[in-house]
Antibody, heavy 117, light 107 residues
């Protein structure tokens, strides 16, 4: 059974940094499309970033230059390093995976990031 | 970038009704289209991939169709447990944008 468990969320001041983690079991992170999706309070889903098995990465324009997606194969864990955080980055951040395409077949429970002074 | 739109934004129907939600892409995406269901307070769930393929475990009352720019999600006989927000997503090219969502409830 695939399980994705996010951690690392919390309250951070504007301009601060956080690193989110997504620990995977039942799948190999480096062999899957691994995705970060966020959902601001009361809003819809927003695709944030993806990393492919060949290390190709993509980002939504609003986080380019501030967020970095990466993975650690030895820990079978996906990361999202978030710098220069803004109030509009406040959201629940979900990690998701799929073995074949950059879509969300499996989802974690999410971790809440709140950017506020 | 590809933009995704959905209609209607909200929908109220009776148990047993046939319900259709439309998703439109700003340019052709072949069949690289997924539909998700998100119940209140829950994690999104993949319902349909490749525009019309039913994800394992999803009830057969859900179906998807379309190709190119126009897609539909149909619930053949609405059930109370189908109350949720439904999102389409293009995975044709990055950024892999979601539609704005359609909120479905019971009349």
């Amino acid at each position: 059974e695939v399980q994705l468990v996010e951690s690392g969320g919390g309250l951070v001041q504007p301009g601060g940094s956080l690193r989110l983690s997504c620990a995977a079991s039942g799948l190999i992170v480096s062999s899957n499309y691994m995705i970060w999706v966020r959902q601001a309070p009361g809003k819809g889903l927003e695709w944030v970033s993806v990393i492919y098995s060949d290390d190709t990465t993509y980002y939504v324009d609003s986080v380019k230059g501030r967020f970095t997606i990466s993975r650690d194969s030895s820990k079978n864990t996906l990361y999202l390093q978030m710098n220069s955080l803004r109030a509009e980055d406040t959201a629940i951040y979900f990690c998701a995976s799929d073995p074949a395409y950059p879509r969300g077949r499996n989802w974690g429970q999410g971790t809440l990031v709140t950017v506020s002074s | 970038d590809i933009q995704m739109t959905q209609s209607p934004s909200s929908l109220s129907a009776s148990v047993g009704d046939r319900v259709t939600i439309t998703c439109r892409a700003s340019q052709g995406i072949s069949n690289y289209l997924a539909w998700y269901q998100q119940k209140p307070g829950k994690v999104p769930k993949l319902l349909i991939y490749a525009a019309s393929a039913l994800q394992s475990g999803v009830p057969s009352r859900f179906s998807g169709s379309g190709s190119g720019t126009d897609f539909t999600l149909t619930v053949s006989s609405l059930q109370p447990e189908d109350v949720a927000t439904y999102y389409c997503q293009s995975y044709y090219s990055a950024p892999f944008t979601f539609g704005p969502g359609t909120t479905l409830d019971i009349k």
